[in-house]
T-cell receptor
Framework: GNSVTQMEGPVTLSEEAFLTINCTYTATGYPSLFWYVQYPGEGLQLLLKATKADDKGSNKGFEATYRKETTSFHLEKGSVQVSDSAVYFCALSVRGSARQLTFGSGTQLTVLP | DTAVSQTPKYLVTQMGNDKSIKCEQNLGHDTMYWYKQDSKKFLKIMFSYNNKELIINETVPNRFSPKSPDKAHLNLHINSLELGDSAVYFC??????????????FGPGTRLLVL
């Protein structure tokens, strides 16, 4: 089956620190990979995505590269801000699976001023 | 304009009651989903409809019944509510099933608390 394993949180960083949230996956078939973000009290928003090996998704200073050889899609940001405090979810979907998203367990990020 | 909306936003009810959560999307999408997020933030698919047809029905108790009156709406009815049903329920939608990977657009969630 399909599964996503995410780095456990919570993660607490100071403003301007470097962020990495690890994500690895197992999938039957060739998955597309996503990072979603959930701000406090809100629904999920797509942060970035990648659809094939070596693709790099990027948005709002966040980046993640689809690494097929290591089945990974780690999220990085060079300098976090207080406004980045949220829960981050790694997810995948596989063609033919009715497009359902399989999510990781989420990583709570808190950025302190 | 809200793309995916859910009502109510909060729902507090007694065990054994029956309740419904409504979802509407104005994006013109063909596919809609219900997800459940537990207290540890873990998200799991419950149901998916494409053009009003059920295409995903995960291992969910029969007390949960989705209904899609048209492509823009996917409602969730829950009978005989139990304490373990307390969670946040998210509705989502995407363009369709064919073609490349699809972004899903999520509603703000319905926070259900069963007492």
């Amino acid at each position: 089956g399909n599964s996503v394993t995410q780095m456990e949180g919570p993660v607490t960083l100071s403003e301007e620190a470097f962020l990495t949230i690890n994500c690895t996956y197992t999938a039957t078939g060739y998955p597309s990979l996503f990072w979603y973000v959930q701000y406090p009290g809100e629904g999920l928003q797509l942060l970035l995505k990648a659809t094939k090996a070596d693709d790099k998704g990027s948005n709002k200073g966040f980046e993640a590269t689809y690494r097929k050889e290591t089945t990974s899609f780690h999220l990085e940001k060079g300098s976090v801000q207080v406004s980045d405090s949220a829960v981050y979810f790694c997810a995948l979907s596989v063609r033919g699976s009715a497009r359902q998203l399989t999510f990781g367990s989420g990583t709570q990020l808190t950025v302190l001023p | 304009d809200t793309a995916v909306s859910q009502t109510p936003k909060y729902l507090v009810t007694q065990m054994g009651n029956d309740k419904s959560i409504k979802c509407e999307q104005n994006l013109g999408h063909d596919t809609m989903y219900w997800y459940k997020q537990d207290s540890k933030k873990f998200l799991k698919i419950m149901f998916s409809y494409n053009n009003k047809e059920l295409i995903i029905n995960e291992t969910v108790p029969n007390r949960f019944s989705p209904k899609s009156p048209d492509k823009a709406h996917l409602n969730l009815h829950i009978n005989s509510l139990e304490l373990g049903d307390s969670a946040v329920y998210f509705c989502a939608s995407s363009q369709g099933l064919a073609g490349g990977p699809e972004t899903q657009y999520f509603g703000p969630g319905t926070r259900l608390l069963v007492l």
